[in-house]
Antibody
Framework: QLQLQESGPGLVKPSETLSLTCTVS??????????WGWIRQPPGKGLEWIGS???????YDNPSLRSRVTISVDTSKNQFSLNLSSVTAADTAVYYC?????????????????WGQGTLVTVSS | DIQMTQSPSTLSASVGDRVTITCRAS??????LAWYQQKPGKAPEFLIY???SLETGVPSRFSGSGSGTEFTLTVSSLQPEDSATYYC?????????FGQGTKLEIK
């Protein structure tokens, strides 16, 4: 059974870089035909897709965050990571990682399943 | 970017009721739509893909329909455990946008 787990600091100072890692178990990132994504949810608000990465390193990212987002993959550790630079209080959210499933024959990824449990990151001095 | 708009924002219904949530896309997306259920303090769970295909293990009282720009999620006989927020998500094209959510409450 595929499982994903986010890890990283729960508190980040304004203007600094938020760094999170997602560890995948029960399956291999490198042998998967799917993408791996990051989604966030500010307290009391809806879901915002941040970006997704393939095992080759190919990425899709949200244009609204592109200038601040770096997503990378480490297949040897079965992990993928998110760096979000120059954070402000508006970046305070629960950050989820998820498999971004790609249907056979599709060029890009489709839906998110399964999801990690999420980790709350607060931006505050 | 394709925008996704859900209605209503909040819905209150009784156990046993049939309820419907609507999701509208700002341009046609065919059937490239997924639905998720999120309970308080939990990660979203995947329910439906291709607008109407139920993921394995999802109760059959859930169903999805629609194509083009208008989609619905229906719960045929509401159960207490269905109290949650429901989100639609388009995957026709990048960026992958979610609707703003519909909170379903049990009376």
């Amino acid at each position: 059974q595929l499982q994903l787990q986010e890890s990283g600091p729960g508190l980040v100072k304004p203007s600094e870089t938020l760094s999170l890692t997602c560890t995948v178990s029960g399956g291999s990132i490198s042998s998967s035909s799917h993408y791996w994504g990051w989604i966030r949810q500010p307290p009391g608000k809806g879901l915002e897709w941040i970006g997704s990465i393939f095992s080759s390193g190919s990425t899709y990212d949200n244009p609204s965050l592109r200038s601040r987002v770096t997503i990378s993959v480490d297949t040897s550790k079965n992990q993928f990571s998110l760096n979000l630079s120059s954070v402000t209080a508006a970046d305070t959210a629960v950050y989820y990682c998820a498999r971004h499933k790609k249907q056979t024959g599709w060029y890009g990824p489709n839906w998110f399943d399964p999801w990690g449990q999420g980790t709350l990151v607060t931006v505050s001095s | 970017d394709i925008q996704m708009t859900q209605s209503p924002s909040t819905l209150s219904a009784s156990v046993g009721d049939r309820v419907t949530i609507t999701c509208r896309a700002s341009e046609t997306i065919g059937t490239s739509l997924a639905w998720y259920q999120q309970k308080p303090g939990k990660a979203p769970e995947f329910l439906i893909y291709e607008a109407s295909s139920l993921e394995t293990g999802v109760p059959s009282r859930f169903s999805g329909s629609g194509s083009g720009t208008e989609f619905t999620l229906t719960v045929s006989s509401l159960q207490p455990e269905d109290s949650a927020t429901y989100y639609c998500q388009q995957y026709k094209t990048y960026p992958y946008i979610f609707g703003q959510g519909t909170k379903l409450e049990i009376k």
